[in-house]
Every structure is written in structure tokens, then in C-alpha cells.
């Protein structure tokens, strides 16, 4: 779907068109968190747009100092939607945050970031273009609580679809015993599936701010659903990524609900993936398509999937960005943590789509999820990929067999590798293996990510009993 404005003077017109009351500026700091500053409409002029907004970049977790801590926001104008939720009509437009002190797109800038990665691409001269496909799965809760005390620590979530229900007295209505149960989520109908509307406003929604929306479906957990958009550029799907998180949590807060894209909320049901469909084109040519190969895959298609392997710890610090990632990442629960490819089988770490052409021809990388900030870990992947051209890497694999069945021991015993267990493992494999990034992510950068992660991440989590500690050691 096309822009709804392509320049400076096209954007007043719409905005005039539509009675903007106030313009919304979003950027979006390393966590992949959204955040956003609101100007009246009458205080936009053409300069601040194509110029900058000062802001304040010290209040940011892991960005400037307060002695350093004026920065620009460069508004993205192409980018520009009417915001579906607001009261008065609102405009958003994607923003870079731009660097008054070194006079450049700021380091830390997760989309600047991106930005360079494609042109990075182009420079070395393998390809001029980057399409990526990400699937994000959410829950959505009727409530949620948790507490983290000195001398306290839980949560409870709980959605109507849950099994535990299902001796529930309810005040205002009856139970229905209509539930999917752990692990049966997969395509049920109503009244089963009881989030059909819910998803049905979502997808409207998306296609009002312009994504394309193609499908919407409950997927195998209790209170979870995906809906499935069509794929952009590296930047544009990235921000389609946003666009749908906030879109998804805020029709479920408008019905009273709480939706969630954390990878493991529940114990013992499937998590929430952030599958991400890949490509390289070039001149207009898709670089990953080979008639006649395993799947129709070329040999640079295949040398990228084994840089990504190769390099797998340290894209996972950004593909897998929480230490709740990893527990989605354990066997049974169809996590691919298996770092091999493998046509049409969803066991394996990169799946290769089914009957593909030579336009959609692509691979699919299955173990990130959505605690990733989307143009950290596209470009990381990207970046990883790229250098297994470079060196010619070649993945293990194709397997064809069911890798869920496969034992820990069987595992090691052939050779496999997989995704790290743990955020520390992740992180400490950047640290050791970093150097295939540098063309675009600053010694800088890299540091204040292990930093930030470590000390308000890794360490707060590791040093916090938990219940099932309590339920095995106490009476030790």
C-alpha cells in the first residue's frame, strides 16, 4: 500500500485536508521501545521538518549524558499516518534521531542504524535491496499482575480461553467450557477462537495506517493470535513492526484487555516468535533464488543462512533481546533452536518456504521473537549474512527429519549447533564476535548495549529467587 503523503508540501496539504490538530513524532530507543513527542499542528513548519526537532536525549535509558543531551529528531515525512486512536486528529511520522555534537545520524539510533546497513550492502556490492517478512505473535490477557519485592516476587495472567477456567463461577455471565487447552490453539473456530472480532478490528485497523494486511488466525497457545501482513524493505518492515504493536496493544485496551508479544508468558503452552522471512535483491533480481537447488535456493542464499549460524550467539543478543526469550527457546514447545535449514520443515532454525518462484523465493528464520527492537536484529541479521557470503559459509544441513524428536544427546553427538540457552550466552558471544558488525555498528554502540543489557537486565534477573527455587530448594 502507498504512502499517504511523499513530500513536505503534499504532508501540510493532507494535514490541512484531514484538520491535524497536533503532529506526533515517533523514534524508538535500543530496547525497540516507541516513544514520542507531540507538536500543535500550527508550530510545524516546513525548517523543523526537514531541519529537526530538539529534544531532550539524556532522559532516554542508554543514550546521551545530561552534559550532552540535546539531540534532532529528522522527521521521515513519507512515512506520515493519521493516528486511529486519538481523540483529536493526530498525525504520526516515523523520526531518526540525528547527532548535534558529531553532525551525524546518531549511533544509537536503532533506524539509523538499519539505514546504514543497507547501504553498507550496496557499498561492498552485493546487493542494492532487502526485503524482510517478520510474523509477530501476541497474547492477549483479560489480566495481568506481577510484584517484585525484597521479599516477594510473582505474576498471574489470565484470559477467559484458559484451561484453569474451566471451574471458574463467573458474577456476570456463564462458563462456556468452550476452551482450547494447552498446546490446541492451532486454527479453532468460535466460539473456541473467542478472540475472532478482536483480530478482525486489529486487521482493519493496520490497513486504515497503511499496512496490507493478509490474514489473521489464533495460533497454538491459550489467548494467542498472529496476523499476517505483506513484507517491505528493511526499513519498512521494521516500521510495520511497530505500527503493529501499537495497533494490537491498543485494541486490546480498548476492549478492556491487555495484549502482550513477551515470548513465554505461559508455562507449559507455546511462545510468541517473531519469524522473519528474508531476502537479498539486486538490479531487480532476487539473489536467493536458484532453479532446481534444494529448495530453490542459491548458493549466496545459503552461505548467508550460515553467516547467520555462524555468528548465531551474537545475533541473538539482538534477535532475542530478553532473558525471557530463552524460554521460549527449549525443546517441546516447536522452539527452533536448531541451527539448521531445512525446506518446509518448522522444526529447524531456517525454514525454506514452500513452492516458492522465482520472485518469493526467500528463507525464514524462526527463533527470533518480538522483545528484539526490529531494525537492531534485521540489520544484525542482514550483517551476519553478508559476511557468510563474504567467507562462503556453508550451514548444516538441509535436514529433512523432525528435530523436535531429537534428544539433547543426539543433538551433540551429530554435530548440531544451536541458539545459546541463556541472554548472558548471547551477550557474551557479541562481545567475543562483533567484528562482522562494525561496518555499521560503532565500538559505541556495542559497548552501551552490553552495558544497558547487562546491568539492568542479565544481572537484576540472575540475582532474583524465583518460585520454582522456592518449591525446590527450600526445604533443602
Not at 536458484?290 to 547467520?308: H, P, R, W
Not at 522444526?347 to 514452500?354: H, L, T
Request: with cysteine.
Amino acid at each position: 500500500m502507498g504512502n499517504f503523503v511523499n513530500n513536505v508540501n503534499e504532508f501540510f496539504t493532507y494535514c490541512d485536508d484531514n484538520e491535524v490538530q497536533f503532529v506526533d513524532l515517533r523514534f524508538t530507543d535500543i530496547k525497540g521501545m516507541w516513544h514520542h513527542l507531540s507538536y500543535r499542528y500550527s508550530a510545524v513548519n516546513k525548517d523543523n521538518l526537514e531541519n529537526g526537532f530538539p529534544f531532550d536525549g539524556s532522559s532516554i535509558e542508554a543514550w546521551q549524558p545530561i552534559n550532552q543531551s540535546d539531540m534532532l529528531l529528522k522527521a521521515d515525512v513519507p512515512t506520515a499516518f493519521l493516528d486511529p486512536f486519538t481523540a483529536d486528529p493526530t498525525i504520526i511520522i516515523f523520526c531518526d534521531v540525528y547527532d548535534i555534537y558529531k553532525g551525524e545520524l546518531y549511533e544509537r539510533c536503532p533506524r539509523s542504524i538499519a539505514k546504514k546497513a543497507l547501504k553498507h550492502a550496496e557499498e561492498i556490492g552485493i546487493a542494492d535491496a532487502a526485503y524482510f517478512g517478520p510474523e509477530n505473535e501476541f497474547f492477549i490477557f483479560d489480566d495481568v499482575k506481577f510484584v517484585d519485592k525484597i521479599n516477594e516476587a510473582g505474576y498471574k495472567v489470565d484470559t477467559e480461553e484458559g484451561e484453569w477456567n474451566s471451574n471458574t463461577l463467573y458474577d456476570d455471565m456463564y462458563n462456556t467450557g468452550h476452551r482450547p487447552g494447552t498446546k490446541g490453539g492451532y486454527f479453532p473456530v468460535a466460539p473456541t477462537d473467542s478472540m475472532v472480532d478482536l483480530r478482525a478490528e486489529m486487521m482493519q485497523v493496520l490497513e486504515q495506517i497503511g499496512l496490507e494486511v493478509i490474514l489473521g488466525h489464533h495460533e497454538v497457545a491459550q489467548g494467542q493470535g498472529e496476523i499476517g501482513v505483506v513484507f517491505s524493505d528493511i526499513i519498512g518492515a521494521a516500521d510495520n513492526v511497530q505500527k503493529y504493536k501499537y495497533v494490537v496493544k491498543m485494541i486490546a485496551h480498548l476492549n478492556g484487555k491487555t495484549a502482550t508479544f513477551m515470548p513465554k508468558p505461559l508455562y507449559g503452552d507455546n511462545g510468541n516468535g517473531m519469524h522473519t522471512h528474508q531476502s537479498l535483491w539486486k538490479d531487480g533480481k532476487n539473489l536467493f533464488y536458484a532453479e532446481g537447488n534444494y529448495g530453490n535456493l542459491s548458493d549466496l542464499a545459503v552461505n548467508y543462512v550460515g553467516g547467520i549460524f555462524k555468528h548465531s550467539a551474537a545475533v541473538a543478543a539482538f534477535t532475542n533481546a530478553s532473558t525471557n526469550s530463552y524460554k521460549r527457546l527449549i525443546p517441546g514447545f516447536e522452539a527452533p533452536s536448531i541451527l539448521t535449514y531445512s525446506s518446509q520443515n518448522r522444526s529447524a532454525a531456517c525454514r525454506v518456504p514452500y513452492g516458492a518462484g522465482e520472485k518469493a523465493t526467500r528463507i525464514e528464520m524462526r527463533f527470533p521473537d518480538s522483545t528484539a527492537c526490529p531494525y537492531l536484529a534485521f540489520a544484525a541479521m542482514m550483517l551476519a549474512g553478508l559476511d557468510g557470503i563474504k567467507d562462503k559459509t556453508v550451514p548444516v544441513g538441509p535436514l529433512n527429519e523432525d528435530l523436535f524428536e531429537l534428544s539433547q544427546t543426539e543433538i551433540a553427538q551429530r554435530g548440531i549447533p544451536q541458539m545459546p540457552h541463556t541472554l548472558r550466552e548471547a551477550l557474551e558471544g557479541l562481545s567475543e564476535d562483533c567484528d562482522f558488525l562494525k561496518p555499521v555498528f560503532t565500538d559505541e554502540f556495542i559497548g552501551a548495549y552490553l552495558d544497558y543489557k547487562f546491568e539492568r537486565e542479565v544481572i537484576p534477573d540472575e540475582g532474583r529467587p524465583t518460585a520454582y527455587e522456592f518449591k525446590t530448594t527450600y526445604q533443602c
